[in-house]
T-cell receptor, first 117, second 110 residues
Framework: EAGVAQSPRYKIIEKRQSVAFWCNPI?????LYWYQQILGQGPKLLIQ????????DSQLPKDRFSAERLKGVDSTLKIQPAKLEDSAVYLC???????????????FGPGTRLLVL | GQSLEQPSEVTAVEGAIVQINCTYQ??????LSWYQQHDGGAPTFLSY????GLEETGRFSSFLSRSDSYGYLLLQELQMKDSASYFC???????????FGTGTRLTVIP
């Protein structure tokens, strides 16, 4: 079974530039998550989709971050404009989620390492 | 608000047993998960406790006490490959998503 795919793996940009990350979840997984992980910290949830609808985006800095999941499969996360403090690893994860509440194992992709100069 | 506390670093000897504690404060608690992350790698799921008590999966066990807002991960027969960061994460009611702690970096020495 293929895992969660992310691209690019690394990105270096200058502040005020724009950047976009792509994620392809595990086939059949309805729920997709984007996390930001700053060095030395745990992953912080940015946005959660179930199919193509947003479930939780309470921690997404909406003035500069946006995300979409068209057709309920692939997703893109965009930062525009980037700030120095956005330097982090951006992790995508997916889970099966049948719709009933309960523990769903999240499967993480390898992440995109962003450095903002 | 939510908070999770776990030790920042732990060192243990190969073949030994190590326990990583996690205490939490959250407005809505459903369960506690543990994830492992090697340097440069993706977090991978280890264990979940939705009820009080011990869950065992091979060399790894996890414990939860809801009344104490406390859990731990127990790693037995430590191997060098267990050197990694370990995160506890609260599954929150209403959101069905995870709030992660800051992680415990485990170093296994020969």
């Amino acid at each position: 079974e293929a895992g969660v795919a992310q691209s690019p793996r690394y990105k270096i940009i200058e502040k005020r530039q724009s950047v976009a990350f792509w994620c392809n979840p595990i086939s059949g997984h309805a729920t997709l998550y984007w996390y930001q992980q700053i060095l030395g910290q745990g992953p912080k949830l940015l946005i959660q989709f179930q199919n193509n609808g947003v479930v939780d985006d309470s921690q997404l800095p909406k003035d500069r971050f946006s995300a979409e999941r068209l057709k309920g499969v692939d997703s893109t996360l965009k930062i525009q404009p980037a700030k120095l403090e956005d330097s982090a690893v951006y992790l995508c994860a997916s889970s099966m989620t049948s719709g009933s509440f309960g523990q769903e194992t999240q499967y993480f992709g390898p992440g995109t390492r962003l450095l903002v100069l | 608000g939510q908070s999770l506390e776990q030790p920042s670093e732990v060192t243990a000897v190969e073949g030994a047993i190590v326990q990583i504690n996690c205490t939490y404060q959250t407005s809505g608690f459903y369960g506690l998960s543990w994830y492992q992350q090697h340097d440069g790698g993706a977090p991978t799921f280890l264990s979940y406790n939705g009820l009080d008590g011990l869950e065992e999966t091979g060399r790894f066990s996890s414990f939860l006490s809801r009344s104490d807002s406390y859990g731990y991960l127990l790693l037995q027969e430590l191997q060098m490959k267990d050197s990694a960061s370990y995160f506890c994460a609260v599954l929150q009611t209403g959101a069905n998503n995870l709030f992660f702690g800051t992680g415990t970096r485990l170093t296994v020495i020969p």
